[in-house]
């Protein structure tokens, strides 16, 4: 987010005061002091040795030719890929525990040899169609596994860069100290070829994640 779109932003908070305040027809001497603004895009970030634990959120994936994308879990893909080297960034030479979904799960046991990395898989219907659990049911699902040690936990997040913001808010609002892992490069370019559509590109994915950064301020 530029600069000059975060000042219009505030900008506008500041004026829906003065306008709300006005129209009270009550008699003012100075205008209200404007409100603090609504940071939506600063992540905390700490060194990544500082971390008890690594939590890795997914973006995308790729389905093969001629699967049930509803029953299969699709391979990891280029972005996923990535996100994997990143958790191998953050955790050096440490064995700090790993929490990841299933896609960067199958990379860092793959092509890392990571062997004692937890997968957050995703859930099944009935039916036995998938279920794909959102950035909050994973945090919860983490926090779950780590029980009492996630009040004292300070957690590394791995995330793709236009999630970064909502995965650590979100991984702190389920009781970790969460940020991101200063000095690790979080993957930003979009996979075109993604099999989840609003990950394809930032005009399908940004709106629905700026809704639900505003609804983590409440």
Same mark, same amino acid.
């Given at each position: 987010?530029?600069?000059?779109?975060?000042?219009?932003?505030?900008?506008?908070?500041?004026?829906?005061?003065?306008?709300?305040?006005?129209?009270?027809?009550?008699?003012?001497?100075?205008?209200?002091?404007?409100?603090?603004?609504?940071?939506?895009?600063?992540?905390?970030?700490?060194?990544?040795?500082?971390?008890?634990?690594?939590?890795?959120?997914?973006?995308?994936?790729?389905?093969?030719?001629?699967?049930? #994308?509803?029953? /299969?879990?699709?391979?990891? *893909?280029?972005?996923?890929?990535?996100?994997? $080297? @990143? &958790?191998? %960034?953050? =955790?050096?030479?440490?064995?700090?525990?790993?929490?990841?979904?299933?896609?960067?799960?199958?990379?860092?046991?793959?092509?890392?040899?990571?062997?004692?990395?937890?997968?957050?898989?995703?859930?099944?219907?009935?039916?036995?169609?998938?279920?794909?659990?959102?950035?909050?049911?994973? #945090?919860?699902? /983490?926090?779950?596994?780590? *029980?009492?040690?996630?009040?004292?936990?300070? $957690? @590394? &997040?791995? %995330?793709? =860069?236009?999630?970064?913001?909502?995965?650590?808010?979100?991984?702190?609002?389920?009781?970790?100290?969460?940020?991101?892992?200063?000095?690790?490069?979080?993957?930003?370019?979009?996979?075109?070829?993604?099999?989840?559509?609003?990950?394809?590109?930032?005009?399908?994915?940004?709106?629905?994640?700026?809704?639900?950064?505003?609804?983590?301020?409440?």
């Amino acid at each position: 987010m530029g600069s000059s779109r975060k000042v219009v932003a505030a900008a506008a908070v500041a004026l829906m005061g003065w306008t709300v305040c006005q129209g009270t027809g009550t008699a003012v001497a100075d205008p209200p002091a404007a409100p603090a603004p609504v940071d939506l895009w600063t992540v905390p970030t700490a060194p990544a040795d500082s971390a008890s634990l690594i939590v890795a959120y997914s973006f995308g994936n790729r389905i093969p030719a001629g699967v049930d #994308a509803t029953r /299969v879990i699709g391979e990891p *893909g280029p972005v996923n890929e990535a996100l994997a $080297a @990143a &958790v191998i %960034a953050a =955790r050096g030479d440490r064995t700090v525990p790993v929490y990841a979904q299933t896609e960067i799960a199958e990379v860092l046991r793959t092509r890392y040899g990571l062997t004692d990395v937890v997968s957050i898989d995703p859930e099944r219907n009935a039916d036995g169609t998938l279920v794909y659990l959102s950035t909050d049911g994973v #945090a919860a699902k /983490v926090a779950e596994l780590r *029980g009492a040690a996630a009040a004292s936990d300070t $957690a @590394a &997040v791995v %995330a793709f =860069r236009d999630h970064l913001w909502r995965a650590t808010r979100t991984t702190a609002k389920r009781g970790f100290q969460a940020f991101a892992p200063a000095g690790v490069t979080m993957p930003g370019e979009y996979d075109p070829q993604s099999g989840q559509l609003w990950t394809t590109s930032p005009v399908l994915y940004l709106p629905t994640d700026y809704a639900g950064r505003l609804a983590l301020l409440k």
